[in-house]
Structures are given as structure tokens and as C-alpha cells.
């Protein structure tokens, strides 16, 4: 059933319309009653929903990254406006997202297992902006990797992409969490990559001004009101940490 699904992500990835915006995806899992989730509320905010309350009886969450495609990051690299590349890609990789994970669960429901899923986006309290259910820490506990100092998850393959999750009512085995630092901040305290790349300084050690950084995100999206409301930014994902698994390719360096 793991590797069935796995596969079946990969292979949304690869028919997609849109593929050549995505690189091949990460997925892994994670026990519905892994201890962590129980610490959302504490960690992440008391707003945060557990997977039996998506699914009465989830046994298991899936988590999925799609990362960008080089040429989406380094179109958005430097201090000039938001990249189209960077737009474009963000509308379509959340449409990806909510089909394939739609997918996904009629292909569990085929083999009599019941799924559901969250919306990638735009899916906060429009006050306090956030939300119930945060797909990053979802990753974040099922092994996809671990937070930088920039709040974005980074995985193996870096941070520029993403996220997606949903929860179902059977059984495959769980993957581990690594240790490993993947944050070349965290690591040797010599980067600032992303604190230097944020037009509006939301970031700081530990924190992010969430009301600064969505004004700026709604500032943005009136340089795409053609393409439907497209609140981004990601100045702060496009650094050294953004491409890891293709940090050979000239085009993925900063």
C-alpha cells in the first residue's frame, strides 16, 4: 500500500499538464497517534486540529512536498519584484495539490479506505492567519525535514515548493524523522540568507511577522490580478537552502 501510493503521487507528478513547473515529489507518513500531533496545539496554537478530527478512526496521515522546477527559483532570486515564474507556478502547484490529493483519496476509497484531505490553501483565519490545519508541521512530523530559520519546512530536495497531506483509515509503516540539519543557518550560523531577502524584514530568529509578510503577499498579488488571487512572495525560499538534492545544477545556485 506505501509503495502503491507513493507511486501513485510520483505518477500525478509526471501526467500532470503543468509537470514541467514541479520536480519529482517527496512522501512520506506518519501514525495518526504519533505523539507530536498531540503537541500542535502547544507548539503550532491551540487552533490546531488533530487527524481523527478530519477522520474519525484516521489510522494514518500521508504527507507530500512538490518542489519547484529550477528555473521558478532562480527567475525569482534578487532584489527585484516577484517573479511571474514564481506565481504561475504557486496557483498551479495548489491546484495540483487539491486534484491529486482528490485523487488520491478515490483511489483509497476503490480499495474500501476512507480519506480526507484539506485544501492547500487559504485555508487561515483571515484575522489571526492561521490555520487549523498547517501542512508544513503535518510534514514535519511524518519526516519530510526539518524548519529553518526562514520557517519554511526544508526537505531533502530544499524548500521551494509545496506542501500537501491528508489522512486515511488503514495501516502502512511510518517513516522516521531525521536529526539532520538541513538549514545552513541553523547549522553554521553563518548564513542570513533569507532575514536579507524579505522586502518588508518579517523575519526574524525564531519568528515571522505573519500581518507584515500577508500585507506584502496582497501587495503583490495586484501585479496578477489576471491570473486570480495569487498572494506571493517567497523571496525568503529561493536562497541556498531552496534546491538541495540539485545543488550540482548551475541554474539551482544562488
Known amino acids: 500500500m506505501k509503495a502503491e501510493l507513493i507511486r501513485f503521487v ?5 501526467n500532470s499538464k503543468d509537470g514541467n513547473f514541479f520536480r519529482e515529489p517527496l512522501v512520506r507518513f506518519a501514525s495518526a497517534v504519533d505523539p507530536l500531533f498531540s503537541r500542535l496545539p ?35 532570486r534578487g532584489p527585484g519584484p516577484v517573479a511571474r ?25 476503490k480499495k474500501g479506505i476512507e480519506a480526507r484531505t484539506v485544501p492547500a490553501t487559504h ?11 498547517s501542512h508544513r508541521s503535518v510534514g514535519f512530523i511524518a519526516g519530510l525535514g526539518r524548519f529553518g530559520l526562514n520557517r519554511m519546512l526544508i526537505t531533502p530536495k530544499g524548500c521551494a515548493g509545496r506542501y ?26 553563518k548564513c542570513r540568507y533569507c532575514f536579507d531577502a524579505c522586502p518588508v524584514g518579517a523575519l526574524k530568529r525564531g519568528e515571522v511577522d505573519r500581518q507584515k509578510c500577508n500585507r506584502q503577499l496582497l501587495k503583490n498579488s495586484e501585479r496578477f490580478t489576471e491570473l486570480g488571487l495569487c498572494d506571493v512572495c517567497g523571496k525568503c525560499a529561493v536562497g541556498p537552502c531552496a534546491i538541495l538534492d540539485a545543488i550540482k545544477d548551475k541554474t539551482a545556485s544562488p
Open 42 to 76: 502547544e507548539v503550532v496554537g491551540k487552533h490546531h486540529i488533530q487527524p481523527h478530527d478530519l477522520l474519525p478512526g484516521a489510522r494514518m496521515v500521508m504527507a507530500f512536498f512538490i518542489p519547484f522546477a529550477s528555473f521558478i527559483v532562480s527567475a525569482n
Open 10 to 14: 510520483c505518477d500525478e507528478v509526471q
Open 164 to 189: 500537501g497531506s491528508l489522512v486515511f483509515d488503514a495501516d502502512v509503516t511510518p517513516d522516521e524523522r531525521s536529526d539532520e540539519e538541513l538549514c545552513i543557518g541553523l547549522k553554521t550560523g
Open 85 to 109: 515564474e514564481w506565481a504561475e507556478a504557486y496557483l498551479k502547484t495548489n491546484a495540483f495539490i487539491n486534484s491529486a490529493c482528490g485523487n488520491v483519496i478515490d483511489f483509497l476509497i
Open 123 to 133: 485555508t487561515y483565519d483571515p484575522e489571526t492567519l492561521l490555520a487549523s490545519w
